[in-house]
């Protein structure tokens, strides 16, 4: 990678993660040089996290709601961050790059430094109904335990956009996780 001025520390909370369905796409850029993996990281204030359509991954910029999100931090290039924004659709507003205060987990008393860096937020556009959706209820993490219900974008219905389908899902009853 280049000068650490040419990097953008990446939060990741989601199928980003080691582990996780597009990881796939941290992989290339680390085998490239476009990524290096950082840490295990959180976030210092509380945010919501909760599961869209699909079971996908939303972290919601509605600081002081939902709890502390545990993830990973990676040191990112323009163009691995290029390709990371093509993922998360930030040109199609499924969601949006924004500041986020993370710190590493704290060891046997050491002093907790925390870290002004980017995550990859619910677009603002509908962020606020997906939390009433999901009762203000979130998770801490996204876990394999939620990955299991994940459907790939290839595997999902063609015909309709993602934000359709994320606008079906909120206008939907909590008991019903995927439109039809």
Same mark, same amino acid.
């Given at each position: 990678?280049? &000068?650490?001025?040419d990097r953008t520390l990446i939060f990741t909370y989601g199928t980003l993660k080691r582990g996780f369905s597009n990881h796939g796409l941290i992989q290339e850029a680390i085998r490239t040089g476009d990524a290096v993996f950082i840490g295990v990281y959180h976030t210092v204030d509380k945010y919501p996290l909760v599961c869209g359509p699909y079971n996908v991954p939303f972290l =919601?910029? =509605?600081?002081?709601?939902? !709890? /502390?999100? /545990?993830?990973?931090l990676y040191a990112v290039s323009a163009y691995g961050l290029a390709r990371m924004d093509e993922l998360e659709g930030i040109s199609t507003g499924h969601y949006e790059r924004l500041p986020i205060v993370v710190g590493a987990p704290e060891d046997e008393g050491r002093k907790q430094d925390t870290v002004r860096v980017e995550a990859y937020y619910a677009h603002r556009s509908y962020a606020e109904e997906l939390w009433k959706r999901s009762g203000e209820k979130g998770i801490c993490a996204?876990?394999?335990n939620e990955a299991r219900g994940y459907v790939r974008r290839k595997d /999902?219905? $063609?015909? +309709?956009?993602? =934000?359709? $389908? +994320? /606008?079906?899902?909120? &206008?939907?009853?909590? !008991?019903?996780?995927?439109?039809?």
């Open positions: 990678m280049g &000068a650490e001025e =919601l910029n =509605l600081p002081g709601s939902g !709890d /502390r999100i /545990r993830g990973e996204y876990t394999e /999902r219905p $063609q015909e +309709i956009t993602f =934000l359709e $389908q +994320i /606008r079906m899902f909120v &206008a939907s009853s909590p !008991d019903i996780t995927t439109p039809s």
